[in-house]
């Protein structure tokens, strides 16, 4: 079984956390909400990969990152067995500019509360979106 390393980036501003909605054309996952991020690299520092993911796919640039959250999960991806491990980051920023999305990657984007998070959303992620929010509320 393979493992895959991810990172997400919980983009908070104001008490509302960044989702994105993946494209319904997308292999895995096609039009759930998640946070920025994705694979890491080969070879590739998981603190530079949430960076370079968050800018890929929303433009955003963040200096003010910290681990929050690691967690993991069984997957199927093109009919294999593989196993996630994902490492999600806080990141705060007062200042957002405008965000552009990837087209490639997402359709759309919202700015949440917890009582607005989607229900299209894998139950890992929710959880851990709910940890950044309470994470942030704490200061």
Known sequence: MKTVLLVGAAVIS?????????LETKRFLPGYYDVPGGK?????????????ELKEETGLEARAISPYNVW??????????EFIIEIDYLVKMDNIPKIVLSPNEHSEYLWVDRNGIPEKMTPELKSSVIKALDYYKKG
């Open 14 to 22: 104001e008490g509302k956390i960044l989702l994105l909605k993946r």
């Open 40 to 52: 890491v690299e080969e070879g590739e520092d998981p603190n530079l990969a949430v960076l370079r």
């Open 72 to 81: 993991s999960a069984p997957n199927v991806r093109n009919g294999e067995d």
